[in-house]
């Protein structure tokens, strides 16, 4: 990823390899990854790893399921 060092990327490969295995709770045979619901360039990790954000984009504006991605990142 772009504009990264090495040592945030390796504190975001196992983040995003555990995010990017998660279904799409409405279409259960994609994930969240396959979607571009999440990917690297939306995942920050700081304070030596201790704090972790994931942003993620809906597939659409008004997506019901929103809440509950954001539970599954969590």
């Not at 040592?7 to 799409?24: A, F, G």
């Amino acid at each position: 990823v772009r504009g990264r060092d090495m040592s945030t990327l390796q504190k975001l490969t196992p983040v995003l390899d555990l995010i990017r295995s998660i279904s799409d709770p409405e279409h259960k045979s994609m994930t969240l990854e396959q979607l571009a619901v999440v990917s690297a360039p939306q995942i920050t990790v700081s304070n030596g790893g201790n704090h972790i954000m994931v942003e993620f984009t809906p597939t659409v504006p008004h997506c019901g399921m929103s809440t509950l991605i954001g539970m599954l990142c969590n």
